[in-house]
């Protein structure tokens, strides 16, 4: 059974910083798979913001991330993980990561493009 387990969220003042932890179970990361990480803030859509491939560690930023967010992954610890920088109150949503498999490419950041999702882990940044 393939489970996702966000951690790392918090309350963080504008400006600071935060790193979301992805655990990944069921499956191991040297088969192909793609891990996103989106988020939701209040009364708005999921967003997607980036993804990784387990193939080669290839990455996909949405505009709004580039820059600010960074992707990366530990393969013998079965984590991704997303460096929030420079945080300001408008990136206040809850995290979430995604998972797909049998691609060795990144995807589009759509929810539709990924088929397992962690919980959640909710980021709240103040003024």
């Known amino acids: 059974e393939v489970q996702l387990v966000e951690s790392g969220g918090g309350l963080v003042q504008a400006g600071g910083s935060l790193r979301l932890s992805c655990l990944v179970s069921?499956?191991?990361?040297?088969?192909?798979?793609?891990i996103g990480w989106f988020r939701q803030a209040p009364g708005k859509g999921r967003e997607g913001l980036s993804c990784?491939?387990?193939?080669?560690?290839?990455?996909n930023y949405a505009d709004s991330a580039k820059g600010r967010f960074t992707i990366s992954i530990d393969n013998n610890k079965n984590t991704v993980f997303l460096q929030l920088d420079s945080l300001k109150p408008e990136a206040t949503a809850v995290y979430y990561c995604?998972?797909?498999?049998?691609?060795?490419?990144?995807?589009?950041?759509?929810?539709?493009?990924?088929?397992?999702w962690g919980q959640g882990t909710q980021v709240t940044v103040s003024l």
């Open positions: 995604a998972a797909t498999f049998g691609t060795k490419q990144v995807v589009e950041l759509s929810e539709v493009e990924f088929a397992y």
């Open positions: 069921g499956f191991t990361f040297d088969e192909a798979w793609v």
């Open positions: 990784i491939t387990t193939y080669d560690g290839s990455t």
